[in-house]
């Protein structure tokens, strides 16, 4: 996991537990309720409305073959939202490894506290990166 002050990086391994994932996603949504993440998704036209109404916003949808190419944010303020997509990444980590950018307001106060949260959970430490003066 990387944190900046407008996005969080993170990357699941295929062997991430799925109480982990969730745990993970969850505190980030306590730290800061705005957290958002742009998802893609091939899905039939009717199966838009579907992610609707689970909470997820429709950002733009084309045509791609038979099927539609759509684009949403999905908000963590939103419980039923923030659930299916833990429950999506989930699915997604069956197959193959999962990478993500959230968008946040994270300044250097909701670092200290995302970093002393996810502390917590046991599998986190805090690396700060050293850089070398060019010579």
């Known amino acids: 996991m990387v944190l900046t002050h407008g996005t969080i990086s993170i990357w699941f391994g295929r062997n991430a537990a799925e109480n982990l994932v969730s745990r993970i996603l969850m505190t980030i949504s306590m730290v800061d309720y705005a957290t958002e993440h742009e998802k893609e998704v091939l899905c039939?036209?009717?199966?838009?409305?579907?992610?609707?109404?689970?909470?997820?916003?429709?950002?733009?949808?084309?045509?791609?073959?038979?099927?539609?190419?759509?684009?949403?944010?999905v908000p963590f303020s939103n419980r039923r939202a923030l659930d299916r997509f833990?429950?999506?990444?989930?699915?997604?980590?069956?197959?193959?490894?999962?990478?993500?950018?959230?968008?946040?307001?994270?300044?250097?106060?909701?670092?200290?506290?995302?970093?002393?949260?996810?502390?917590?959970?046991d599998c986190f430490a805090l690396v700060t990166p050293a850089f070398r003066e060019n010579l």
């Open 44 to 73: 039939d036209f009717e199966e838009i409305n579907e992610f609707e109404n689970n909470g997820y916003i429709l950002s733009s949808y084309a045509r791609k073959d038979s099927r539609y190419r759509a684009i949403f944010v």
């Open 86 to 121: 833990v429950a999506s990444v989930q699915r997604d980590l069956e197959h193959n490894e999962v990478r993500m950018t959230l968008r946040w307001r994270g300044g250097f106060a909701r670092m200290k506290i995302l970093c002393q949260e996810l502390k917590r959970l």
